[in-house]
């Protein structure tokens, strides 16, 4: 607990949550709730909701969720403490010094994008240096300017083991920062060198212009090529795009999602200042939350080998249904003696000039187009065989699509491609839509009948091991949310009595907030993202106060009950069948 529940109260009465959300997130009132698009994933409904009453947010398609500071730490992407800063700041209150015990972890992120920002500034020197000779002549090779180089911050490690930790350790960093922040690695002997050596490197900035690591490129023929900084404490490569930084501020209407850092390179020095890179990963839904905030149109333009296909139907899959317009940039093969030579953004911009990569630009088509030639091309369109298979193959590509005029128009330009009438295509669509409908309505049904199922979080990586004691554990945290007077002034339960880790400690921990009208708020520090959506998940299914004591009596007698059956062991089969059948009338009527 790093600021004081007094403090904590008192900034989250002056913070309503509809107030903050509503600066990011248009909501309409629904229901009692409120709803808007979730800022938290791609979507065109909205299933993202604000419950004033309870001071919560949830969104019932990526199940994320919590209070109002939970919120700014996620969509502001900062740490629990700057998130309460933030929200001091715009409720205009004065954050206690003396408040803030346990800054141990935030003084750490700090020292380390220090060391990361100290390191970047020393590469650069390095690079302007008799050292730097070779990566110099590289970038002299790769056509890169001196002025593009000095802004997108490159540098140059030596071709030396242990320079950088000579350097950083006597400016006063210790090894365990440099490992911390993923710039030395410890070899055999519990000795430590340098893990980047003789090459061109690339700062990452995040979006706010702080270093939060590298990737690095060779300057010869030795291996890896490429070498990225590995997860670091400042470094998620997952909510990390190279170059947006300066493509956030770009005037152009877009944002281009190229493959490797140095596509970014050329392609801004080319004028595309719009360019960005994923670092070593398919496109992430964190990225491209960030996107989001910067545009609403996307240009993918990977390597046209078969890796870069692969990963244009990915992102395409990923950004199916979001709000982002997607295009795809498809780099047309050279001809090199007679043979086509497959080439990416970099060699296409080196071999025909910034032009016409502007008119690729201009001309590149919709992800559909793009996924209907990929589908095209895995047929024989002159054989009937070939154009049966390929109809079947595209209805239901073309039936996912939501906007009816897009069916349409998709339809008829498919009809086309396979030679049958517009009629026949949009039949066909038509009735691939309705199977699609049927399978989802299955889909949610059996979830919904199925109790061991949909009792089970939706949170990744969290599982009730018991069901039954689960459901009770989480009435038991509702009612404590809701009233906590109902309960004595003991704990009910012990903690190891709860079958769920989790449970018990949120049980726990809401016990000691309590007394607070908003304990969410304090909790923000204590749990993960996915613990926090985890206890949202649960605070919004209903509870009623009107029979409270009862309820709660009916939660303590079953979890007890639960806890006995651990203990003695194995319990006599027709009690366990008779406690199944109570189990499926449901239980509590929730
Ligand atoms: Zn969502």
Redesign the pocket.
């Known amino acids: 607990m790093q600021f004081s529940q007094n403090f904590l109260d008192e900034l989250t009465a002056r913070c309503d949550i509809a107030d903050v959300v509503g600066s990011y997130v248009n909501l309409t009132p629904k229901g009692g709730n409120q709803f808007g698009l ?1 800022p ?2 791609n ?1 065109k409904t909205p ?2 909701s604000v419950n004033t009453g309870k001071q919560i947010y949830y ?1 019932f ?2 199940h ?1 969720g919590g209070g109002v500071i939970n919120f700014i730490m996620e969509v502001e992407n900062l740490s629990f403490p700057e998130a309460v800063e933030f929200l001091a700041k715009r409720a205009g209150m004065e954050v206690p010094q003396n408040d803030r015990r346990d800054e141990s972890a935030e003084r750490q992120r700090k020292r380390l994008l220090q060391l990361n920002r100290e390191a970047a500034r020393w590469y650069y020197e390095v690079l302007l240096s008799e050292e730097g000779k070779a990566v110099r002549d590289y970038l002299e090779k790769r056509r890169i300017s001196r002025k593009v180089a000095v802004n997108f911050g490159m540098g140059a490690a030596p071709n030396a083991w242990d320079r950088l930790l000579q350097e950083m350790t006597r400016r006063g960093y210790s090894k365990q920062e440099l490992l911390a922040a993923g710039l030395i690695v410890a070899n055999k002997n519990g000795g430590f060198y340098d893990k980047f050596r003789n090459r061109l490197m690339l700062p990452v900035l995040d979006h706010r212009g702080e270093v939060v690591g590298f990737g690095s490129r060779v300057i010869d023929n030795s291996e890896p090529k490429y070498m990225n900084t590995t997860e670091t404490p400042v470094y998620h490569k997952r909510q990390v795009l190279y170059g947006l930084h300066l493509a956030k501020k770009t005037k152009r209407p877009n944002i281009i999602l190229c493959e490797g850092n140095l596509d970014v390179v050329t392609l801004h020095q080319a004028g595309f200042d719009n360019a960005v890179a994923s670092m070593g990963t398919a496109l992430t839904v964190e990225q491209t939350r960030l996107l989001s905030r910067y545009t609403r149109e996307l240009v993918l333009c990977y390597d046209n080998d078969g890796a870069g296909q692969q990963a244009t139907e990915r992102a395409l899959q990923l950004l199916n249904n979001s709000e982002f317009t997607v295009k795809v940039l498809k780099l047309p093969n050279r001809m090199v003696d007679g043979q086509p030579k497959k080439q990416d953004a970099d060699d296409f911009i080196k071999n025909h000039g910034a032009a016409a990569f502007e008119n690729l630009l201009n001309g590149s088509g919709s992800g559909i187009e793009f996924r209907m030639a990929q589908i095209a091309g895995q047929f024989d369109l002159t054989d009937d065989r070939g154009k049966v298979e390929y109809t079947a193959a595209i209805t239901p590509v073309l039936a996912a699509l939501s906007g009816a005029v897009e069916r349409d128009v998709y339809a008829v330009r498919a009809a086309e491609a396979a030679g049958i009438s517009p009629e026949a295509m949009k039949a066909e669509v038509e009735r691939a839509r309705k199977k699609l409908g049927y399978q989802q309505k299955k889909q949610r049904e059996r979830r919904e009948l199925n109790p061991t199922l949909s009792v089970q979080p939706t949170q990744r990586g969290l599982r009730y091991s018991n069901p039954r004691s689960a459901m009770a554990e989480e009435g038991l945290i509702r009612l404590l949310h809701l009233d906590a007077t109902i309960f004595g002034d003991t704990p009910p339960l012990k903690q190891e009595e709860f079958s769920n880790e989790l449970l018990g400690r949120i049980f726990f921990l809401l016990w000691e907030y309590r007394s607070s009208p908003h304990p969410l708020n304090s909790l923000a520090g204590q749990l993960s993202g996915d613990e926090m959506s985890h206890l949202t998940a649960i605070l919004q299914k209903p509870e009623s106060t009107a029979n409270a004591q009862k309820a709660m009596a009916d939660y303590i007698a079953t979890i007890k009950h639960e806890v006995e059956k651990r203990t003695v062991g194995e319990v006599d089969p027709l009690v366990q069948a008779m406690e199944r059948n109570k189990a499926k009338k449901g239980y509590g009527g929730k």
Do not use: A, L, Q, Y
Request: charged share 20%; proline share 0%.
């Open positions: 979730c938290f994933h979507e299933s993202f969104c398609g990526c994320k």
